[in-house]
């Protein structure tokens, strides 16, 4: 019985959300907004009898929520879905190009002399898969003009069980590593192509390298190092940060060009398990002491990863008012109703419905609203994401994002969240409506009319 009383619900809600003789569906919500589109002034038009009239004029307004609903969902899902592809290939390059995970000492100037001892302690952990000690500083490059540029100077080992930072090795568009002899018999130097084109630097291009590290102070001022490199390679990994600022040398040549001697700079190790890199920080951290510190990939880069969860915050914040401004759409087309039936609403009362039914059929019809709208929205928002991620027609500037082109990667539960949050989001804006219907009394209804 109380099966049967729903289903007659639910008939009566999709009976008043008919307009010109058809349910309320994506379908007819589409045609109701187009017809509206090409001649505005037909619903209100005369020519037929006012229940026709008003019948066209809540399918309109019907399918004005509808739209509202979906727009919302649409935009919700494919910017949080940029924004959760922005997050994930950010990681995705920065794991590719660089370490897991590095140890300095910060008491020495950001050198370790005892850096051997610190390796075996690093690669005897057990979630450490590969470790090796690197250099890294800023020095100047010059490519044989009047210009210099700041860059920033790596000097990485050419052992197999090397870091990740040889990943970058991997992006080599021209060219190959720098280890090994070359044409002039200067070390080898790959870079950047952002930075080969700024210095318009090309396989076999001799540059100066130029460093005031452990330069002493003399009358004339400070005489920087300064040493002759042959350009061997040029990568490109679409991020900024290394594709514009970033060189490499062997190990032993940045240790000679910065003054280290048998130094370094620090380690650097790779996990089995990226998301684990803090956690083994911590534990390699705690046993090697004062003064060294170990930092993992997440703590490196926490400000940007920040920034990009408080930027999704508060898009999400922004979109869902627009499904709120939806629901108020849902609510007027709901008072609506409520004004206009007002005389059903009392044949129903007096045919034996409840109070409770008749804010059921009100509350069964914003559900409707939601639906419909929700589907609308969730299939267009996945279609532009397909699209979006298929064909990356929008380009980005990589010295701003980082990256180059707009991402995109839909998560299955935010998906969820949105669908459900814009479903409630219609139900709630139908509790004032549906309570305005049931506080009627069959009655006041009649005579309303």
């Known amino acids: ?11 009566i809600a999709r009976r008043y959300l008919r307009g010109t003789g058809r349910r309320l569906s994506v379908v007819s919500a589409l045609r109701t ?3 509206f589109a090409r001649r505005p002034w037909r619903p209100l038009a005369g020519g037929r009898s006012a229940d026709a009239r008003d019948a066209r004029l809540v399918a309109f307004i019907s399918s004005l929520a509808v739209g509202g609903v979906a727009v919302g969902v649409m935009a919700l899902i494919v910017v949080i879905g940029v924004l959760n592809g922005l997050q994930e290939s950010l990681r995705d390059r920065i794991l590719s190009g660089g370490p897991h995970a590095h140890v300095m000492e910060f008491e020495n100037s950001f050198s370790m002399d005892d850096w051997r001892t610190v390796l075996d302690r690093v690669r005897s952990d057990a979630d450490v898969v590969a470790a090796s000690p690197f250099v890294f500083n800023k020095i100047l490059l010059n490519a044989g003009d009047n210009y210099n540029e700041a860059i920033v100077l790596r000097g990485i080992t050419d052992d197999p069980s090397g870091t990740r930072i040889a990943g970058l090795l991997e992006h080599l568009v021209i060219g190959r590593a720098p280890f ?10 790959v870079v950047g192509r952002g930075l080969a084109q700024q210095l318009g630097l090309y396989e076999g291009k001799p540059v100066v390298a130029a460093s005031l590290r452990n330069t002493p102070l003399s009358g004339i001022g400070f005489s920087p190092a300064l040493k002759r490199f042959e350009v061997t390679g040029i990568f490109q990994t679409g991020l900024y940060q290394y594709d514009d600022e970033l060189a490499m040398v062997p190990l032993e040549e940045a240790q000679e060009l910065l003054g280290l001697g048998d130094a370094v700079t620090g380690i650097e190790f790779d996990v089995g398990d990226p998301w684990k890199a803090s956690e083994v920080s911590e534990r390699i951290e705690e046993g090697l002491g004062w003064p060294y510190r170990v930092q993992g990939w997440q703590e490196l880069n926490g400000s940007l990863f920040s920034a990009l969860r408080l930027e999704k915050i508060g898009m999400a914040v922004v979109l869902v008012l627009i499904v709120l401004v939806a629901s108020f759409n849902i609510v007027s087309t709901l008072v609506m109703m409520v004004a206009d039936r007002t005389r059903e609403i009392g044949i129903l009362r007096s045919m034996g419905v409840t109070s409770r039914g008749v804010g059921k059929v009100f509350t069964n019809m914003g559900l409707f609203i939601g639906v419909v709208g929700t589907t609308i929205g969730g299939t267009l928002g996945a279609i532009l994401a397909w699209a979006l991620s298929r064909y990356e027609f929008i380009t980005l500037p990589s010295d701003v994002y980082f990256i180059d082109r707009l991402p995109i990667s839909l998560a299955p539960l935010d998906v969820t969240l949105i669908v459900v949050g814009s479903v409630l989001i219609s139900y709630l804006a139908t509790i004032y409506p549906a309570r305005k219907a049931a506080a009627l009394t069959p009655v006041d209804a009649i005579r309303h009319e």
């Open 180 to 189: 090994g002899p070359t044409e002039s018999g200067d070390p080898g130097i």
């Open 1 to 11: 019985m109380r099966d049967g009383r729903g289903r007659f619900e639910r008939f």
């Open 33 to 35: 907004l187009g017809r």
